[in-house]
């Protein structure tokens, strides 16, 4: 079975402040795909990023930045210098089939004030 | 924007009623997911359909069912509505394991 888990309900930040946004998930497959996304007050979900099993390597784009380890099962995902435009729920998603049938979190919903 | 589009935005329904969801996939994704997400929880997958057949499915009774078409364009229907199925549904379309979401129906039962 596979399991995505968003320990932190809510992040509350001021605007510049940077936020981490924690997933640990399970899967006993060897072959999987962890993604981001973002849902703002309108409800679509907006892709973020993806990584697969096989790259470990983190990486910086723009303002966003993650951290993908194996070894803790853990894929946290960053956002520097954070703006009003940020504020959203954030889904950690987990999926072991190249088609999709994502297994989402709970999600983290990002309130970022001026 | 993604280019999946939903129909319709909003719906309200009586218990016990019928619906039908519509989802336009992406130009190019002959595979097209529905998810249901509870006020606030995340998505949980209902089920997909890949070249027009039934390719995977959650944990959902029966009474929802889906179908794509040759355009790929699906439809999500589910029958005998309980207050529980009220929920915002969405739709993603896929080539490779990339989803791309549309903008969601939000039903509401009554």
């Known amino acids: 079975a596979q399991k995505v888990t968003q320990a932190q309900t809510e992040i509350s930040v001021v605007e510049k402040e940077d936020v981490t946004l924690d997933c640990v998930y399970e899967t006993r497959d060897t072959t999987y795909y962890l993604f981001w996304y973002k849902q703002p007050p309108s409800g679509e979900l907006v892709f973020l990023i993806r990584r697969n099993s096989f790259d470990e390597q983190n990486e910086i784009s723009g303002r966003y930045s993650w951290n993908f380890q194996k070894s803790t099962s853990s894929f946290n995902f960053t956002i520097t210098a954070s703006q009003v435009v940020d504020s959203a729920v954030y889904f950690c998603a987990l999926t072991t089939d190249s088609w999709g049938k994502f297994q989402f979190g709970a999600g983290t919903q990002v309130v970022v004030t001026p | 924007e993604t280019g999946v589009t939903q129909s319709p935005t909003h719906l309200i329904k009586t218990r016990g009623q019928q619906v039908t969801l519509r989802c336009s996939s992406q130009?190019?994704?002959?595979?097209v997911s529905w998810y249901q997400q509870a006020l606030g929880q995340g998505p949980q997958f209902i089920f997909q359909?890949?070249?027009?057949?039934?390719?995977g499915r959650g944990n959902f009774p029966p009474r929802f069912s889906g179908l794509q078409f040759p355009n790929y364009s699906s439809e999500l229907n589910v029958n005998a509505l309980e207050l529980d199925d009220s929920a915002l549904y969405l739709c993603?379309?896929?080539?490779?394991?990339?989803?791309?979401f549309g903008p969601g129906t939000r039903l509401t039962v009554t």
């Open positions: 993603a379309s896929s080539s490779g394991a990339e989803q791309y």
């Open positions: 130009s190019g994704h002959n595979t």
């Open positions: 359909y890949y070249r027009e057949e039934e390719n």
